[in-house]
């Protein structure tokens, strides 16, 4: 569990630090404000604790958005007058949100900061119209606007890109051969594989780059190096080590194994999903003086409900290259820089007719929707829907350990 005390205070140490230095009335803190028929939101706190404070601009943009629909008030409990009410909500953190229906009877409450999404995705679930509209994408793409015309056999089945016949790699199953576009994303689809791998490898071929006829993965030859302009791992397979000297000569690198090509490529690791990355791909997450990688944004998120660390997140947006930072608090959204930084949910139909995750690399973060509109643009085939990064991370959070414990490895990723 995230330790309550680094974003609440306890009521007694609120009062101690504040009591009486600014009184107020009671009437302006919005604590006797009469009941207007609707469901209503109390917010108890104090305006000089961290969280509460973090806590304002959601409840003041919420009492705006949602005028008419939600009464959202403020109660100052270190103003004299307030102190019954403390007492009477029976008040043990600040902040303390609790959840009343128009009749004022209590629905839900909720100690320490919360997030808008984590807020209305409460009133959702409990059955509150205004929150299942304020919630709805404003910017979807159900249908693609292209066809992706391509043959199956010549789309990567990890990332959906083309398949070089230099660099081939095709993996042989009881439902037909697998093809990938390199021994990354064939090292990407390994690391989520959820069955027995043991001989694995023995379906596992790739194609000699000099000739483009495959070679039996486990015998082949590879030259190591990095691609100058992206800073990936440029990676050639050849049927002998001849070949491959030669090869070297003209491109440089080093000569490795397939034991050692695995290790490498399997050294760095999605913190949520446990997937195989690139650091150069990934976003950077600091948590508590750790660092890790996201595969994605999501599953960058995501790394806050598995480790129940407080994050900063590192990603770009996917256009433009621009920074998106994150910042986490307590398993809700501190901070977003710019904010007006957006999400992606990238989502395709399955076989039933449902939608899905179209899966990591139809993710990500953009500083604004316009830059997300811009590559969508860009790139006719996607589908999906935008979402605020705050629902990235509370859907993130509302996975059970269950879920998180097979997160990316419920079979999506295998060969079919």
Known sequence: MFRRMTFALSLTAALAMTLFICPRSLAA?????????????????????IPCKLMAPILDGMKQELAGKLQVDFIDVNVKENLPLAKQYEIRLIPTQIFLDATGKELWRHEGYISRYTILNKWRELKFEFAEKALAPTLVRWEPL????????????????????????TVKSDKG????????????????????KTGFEKNVSVNDFATGKPVLATTAV????????????????????????????NSGGSIVAWQTLQANELTCRCGFCDRA??????SLIKAEGLHTWGCCSHCAMGVAARTQKDLEVHEKDRLTGEPVIVKTLGGSIASIEPSTAVAWFGMKKNAEGKFGSAGCFH????????SLKKWLEQHPSETGKMISIDQALGDKMGLSAQQISKACKVGECAPK
Not at 363 to 370: L, M, V
């Open 363 to 370: 993710q990500g973060f953009f500083t604004s929707e316009a």
């Open 29 to 49: 803190e919005g604590a006797a404000a009469p009941s207007s028929g609707l469901p209503r939101l109390i917010d108890l706190g104090a305006k000089e604790c």
């Open 277 to 282: 990355v690139y650091p150069e791909d990934a």
């Open 177 to 196: 051969d697998v093809g990938l576009c390199g021994p990354h994303c064939y090292f990407i689809m390994y690391s989520c594989l959820t069955q027995d």
């Open 146 to 169: 292209k066809a992706d015309g391509r043959a199956k056999g010549s789309v990567c089945f990890m990332c959906d890109g083309d398949i070089p016949a230099s660099t081939r790699v």
């Open 222 to 249: 590879y030259l190591y190096g990095l691609e100058e302009q992206t800073g990936h791992h440029a990676i050639r397979a050849f049927a002998d080590r001849e070949t491959a000297l030669k090869e070297r000569q």
